[in-house]
């Protein structure tokens, strides 16, 4: 009995410590660098994490995937419709390096950025190794298109890197209310 105990308590006091480490160590980056903030009912599942080629911790981000569009608009604290004018520069989160974009917003439907042009980074696929944007970054287009984005570090990301921007031609319903 006293056997199958102590292995009890080992297996749990490394399953809490595996939670614990992977999921609230802060990672390294640079200056523009945010830290996981996300519980797991929120944008974030999990992460774990590894040296990254300069040294740092990378780390590997599961993202929720969102059923629907106002399922995104429940969760996120800023939508607006807009397009990207110009690349301002890089930032990096989560050990990755993101692309900054210039955003020229022509309507805000939910939250206050406090500004008409935002800069809005798109967040990296973490998992992917050395190119951020495995699919091209969804804010690299002219087009119109509806942004959800969350503040990380004092800066915006788009919410996760496949659902944080969908394209909305002009005369498109939005999808969500």
């Given at each position: 009995?006293?056997?199958?105990?102590?292995?009890?308590?080992?297996?749990?006091?490394?399953?809490?410590?595996m939670?614990?480490?992977?999921?609230?160590?802060?990672?390294?980056?640079?200056?523009?660098?945010?830290?996981?903030?996300?519980?797991?009912?929120?944008?974030?599942?999990?992460?774990?994490?590894?040296?990254?080629?300069?040294?740092?911790?990378?780390?590997?981000?599961?993202?929720?995937?969102?059923?629907t569009?106002?399922?995104?608009?429940?969760?996120?604290?800023?939508?607006?419709?807009?397009?990207?004018?110009?690349?301002?520069?890089?930032?990096?989160?989560?050990?990755?390096?993101?692309?900054?974009?210039?955003v020229?917003?022509?309507?805000?439907?939910?939250?206050?950025?406090?500004?008409?042009?935002?800069?809005?980074?798109?967040?990296?696929?973490?998992?992917?190794?050395?190119?951020?944007?495995?699919?091209?970054?969804?804010?690299?287009?002219?087009?119109?298109?509806?942004?959800?984005?969350?503040?990380?570090?004092?800066?915006?990301?788009?919410?996760?890197?496949?659902?944080?921007?969908?394209?909305?031609?002009?005369?498109?319903?939005?999808?969500?209310?």
């Open positions: 009995m006293k056997r199958i105990g102590l292995w009890r308590c080992l297996a749990l006091s490394l399953l809490l410590t939670l614990l480490t992977s999921c609230g160590e802060k990672v390294a980056g640079g200056p523009g660098t945010a830290e996981p903030t996300a519980k797991a009912s929120d944008s974030v599942l999990g992460s774990a994490s590894s040296p990254g080629p300069d040294g740092g911790t990378v780390a590997c981000v599961d993202w929720v995937r969102f059923e569009p106002q399922d995104q608009y429940d969760k996120v604290s800023l939508v607006v419709i807009g397009k990207s004018v110009s690349q301002v520069g890089k930032t990096s989160i989560y050990g990755s390096k993101a692309t900054t974009h210039l020229e917003v022509e309507r805000v439907l939910k939250g206050n950025p406090g500004e008409e042009n935002l800069r809005i980074s798109s967040m990296p696929q973490t998992c992917s190794g050395s190119d951020s944007y495995l699919d091209g970054d969804p804010l690299d287009a002219a087009e119109r298109v509806i942004i959800f984005a969350t503040r990380q570090g004092g800066e915006w990301f788009t919410m996760t890197p496949a659902q944080g921007v969908l394209p909305f031609p002009k005369g498109a319903e939005l999808p969500f209310h």
